[in-house]
């Protein structure tokens, strides 16, 4: 995804803010004043109970490639955006400062501080738009996707957004949506990147471009075998689902239902399957489904389900409202000191952050955050940051298929400690309180 130019540079997911900033640091002296940054929620969406960190290895990815090449510098001098002492700082630029964060797929409350950027204030003002932008996004949908895979139950979700959003963002939702406990999802492209499954079989059109519905059926069974699934409702649902058995056996793997009253039609066409002896034939089900959808067919028997617009645009949620502030500043000595907004409606909290999760009989019950740590005497936890940038070396093991894997399994561990109520489709506070414990 990291195909802005042609010369394949990320410098350009920016603002143009985050350059003159650059500049007039560089004319002030404070370009290479120590810094830290930090990225945190003041709130959660309404309805949620817990929110879950997505896009680290993406950023990661990016930060990888995010250096100003000749078209990039040349665009900016052209348009005279910064001078040429800017530029020459941009020619040279490479993140050399260390970032710590929360392990993508962790689950995360107001206030957490999900990740960390200590480097001078240049080098790490610059990086604002491009962390800010992956992570809003993909813990959007993250969340959105675990809401919805909770209330599946053991039941797969696929994600199947593509077609309702960029195609860049449309590889990110497929991503996250696995990271936040979708089985698979249709983008090939997310499934090349990053070693998801894919599925897909059929779309009305294939059923539309056939003399008949027997004539498209029988196409698809010779060509995919008895495994695949046959979509029922372009036409006549019972009369499809009659030639699909005929054509296909008993054995049929699944049909798929894509519109009316799921709960209705669900039902119908299992009593169908089961009285024409295709009783393993799985029902899938798609059409505009979100987690309250997912949770009101939760007593039809429905196998799986396939979930596109809500997910990808976050069920309601498009951006996690993750915001990047300047926590820290040094002085020449080394010395910190923490700064902070006292703006109405939007303050931060300065200083550095250590952040632990406290656990009672297995539960968790406390997101406990120390300024800058935390007392010794909290009582049983677990330590939430993790190194993902060292002095300007990446941990590549956040990254590709096997950050996805460790992200997935992060997500399962952390929901697993979560009490009842985060699981609670309601309106309601976060499932367990956010404590600061100032120095």
């Known amino acids: 995804m990291s195909d802005l130019t042609r010369t394949g540079s990320t410098a350009f997911y920016t603002d143009q803010y985050e350059l003159t900033m650059v500049q007039a640091a560089l004319e002030s002296g404070a370009a290479d004043r120590r810094s ?3 990225v945190f929620g003041r709130s959660l969406p309404i309805g949620r109970r817990y929110g879950v960190v997505a896009g680290t290895g993406r950023i990661l990815e990016m930060l990888r490639d995010f250096r100003f090449g000749d078209e990039e510098l040349s665009f900016l001098s052209r348009e005279q955006i910064v001078d040429s002492r800017t530029i020459d700082w941009l020619a040279d630029y490479s993140f050399s400062g260390s970032i710590r964060g929360y392990a993508e797929g962790e689950i995360y409350f107001p206030g957490s501080p999900l990740m960390t950027i200590e480097s001078t204030f240049a080098e790490g003002v610059i990086l604002e738009t491009l962390i800010l932008s992956a992570m809003n996004y993909d813990s959007a949908v993250a969340s959105a996707a675990s809401r919805m895979a909770q209330a599946a139950g053991d039941r797969p979700c696929a994600e199947m957004g593509g077609r309702r959003t ?3 963002a449309a590889v990110a939702a497929a991503r996250a949506a696995v990271i936040g406990g979708f089985a698979s999802t249709s983008n090939l492209a997310a499934g090349l ?8 079989t059929s779309a009305h059109s294939f059923t539309l471009l056939h003399d008949s519905e027997q004539e498209a059926f029988a196409a698809q069974l010779r060509s995919l075998g008895t495994d695949t699934t046959l979509l029922l409702d372009t036409y006549d649902v019972e009369e499809a689902l009659a030639t699909a058995i ?6 049929l793997g699944g049909v798929r239902i894509d519109s009316g009253d799921l709960v209705e039609q669900a039902s119908e066409v299992r009593a169908g399957l089961d009285r024409l002896g295709a009783h393993d034939t799985n029902i899938t089900v798609t059409s505009d489904l979100d987690e309250y959808a997912i949770a009101a067919l939760a007593a039809s028997p429905v196998d799986s389900y396939g ?6 645009t976050g069920s309601g949620a498009p ?6 502030k300047l ?24 200083g550095h952050k250590d952040a632990l999760r406290l656990i009672d009989g297995a539960i968790a019950v406390e997101e406990a955050v ?25 941990d590549e093991s956040y990254i590709g298929a096997d950050g996805v894997t460790k992200a997935c399994a992060r997500h399962d561990e952390s929901l697993a400690e979560l009490p009842r109520s985060a699981r609670r489709m309601q309106d309601g506070e976060p499932a367990i309180p956010t404590v600061f414990y100032p120095k």
């Open 36 to 38: 830290l940054f930090e």
């Open 166 to 168: 960029n195609e860049h």
């Open 193 to 200: 990147r990053y070693g998801l499954r894919t599925i897909g």
């Open 246 to 251: 005929r054509l296909a056996g008993e054995n």
């Open 307 to 312: 979930v596109g617009t809500r997910v990808v």
């Open 319 to 324: 951006a996690a409202g993750l915001v990047y």
């Open 327 to 350: 926590v820290a500043r040094a002085d020449e000595s080394g010395a910190w000191t923490s700064v902070a907004k006292n703006s109405t409606g939007k303050p931060s909290r300065g």
């Open 370 to 394: 120390g300024i800058p740590t935390l007392p010794g005497d909290l009582g049983d936890g677990r330590s939430l940051t993790v190194d993902l940038v060292v002095d300007g070396e990446i």
